[in-house]
């Protein structure tokens, strides 16, 4: 389930279920685009051109190399998406087309996971535990450092001391937090741009459990639709959006095993 926030604009964000035809395990994809700022980023190409670009290589990827390493097929598919437009646009504007990412990859053993910048991934095991796994570095930079829209200062991106994306250089997927668990300890697992996360991180509709438990009984559009009514009760006063835009992309898959 994937909404853009402005239906006059295209959604930047990407996600993918990619199953091989052996039936042995799948993976899942997701991507939240970085909205450019008004004066473009030294490229000829949108959002998300950058984004389905990313996405659709890193679901053959992971699908097709299931012994490479999924920061490595983060590393080849920035790389390949690099190359797609070194040529025409300047991919070293701090502001090139970008994205976070979250994904996951399970086989019959073992359920392999990355997650880079703000997207978030929750593991649920067969009891019900439901763990989050999140690049927090974002979270944790000052509240002085956002500026007025509600967003970063660019100069933060991508550099030391700031919080790194899936932009054009490979080295940084190198940067994501990676991991695995055994495919027993989980039964399900749900992918989430921030917008999506919105119901927990921004409304405090729940905890992670709650909004996992909502995913499950009643499905991704619920989540989505609920974010969307949130967001339009806190219009005018912004008890909870503060100086954030008032819709965000929002994009929600979930995956039984």
Known sequence: MSEPGDRARPDEDFASVGLPVSGQGGSVVLLDGVTPPPDGAGCLHSVPWFTARLGGALTELTVSLPDV???????????????AHAETCDLSHPRTPQATVAMARWSPDTVEYLVLCDATLLLASPGGTVTPVQDTRLARLPRALLRSAGTVDGTLRNKE????TAAADPAVAGRAVTGSVPR???GALAALSDG?????????EGDWADLFALVHEKGTRTLVDRVRELERADEVERAFLGSAKTHDDATAVYVEL
């Open 161 to 164: 001391g700031g919080f790194f």
């Open 69 to 83: 390493p999924l920061a490595e097929a983060l590393s080849l598919a920035i790389a390949r998406t690099a190359g």
């Open 184 to 186: 027993a300890d989980v």
């Open 196 to 204: 999506a996360t919105r119901w927990t991180e921004t409304f405090r």
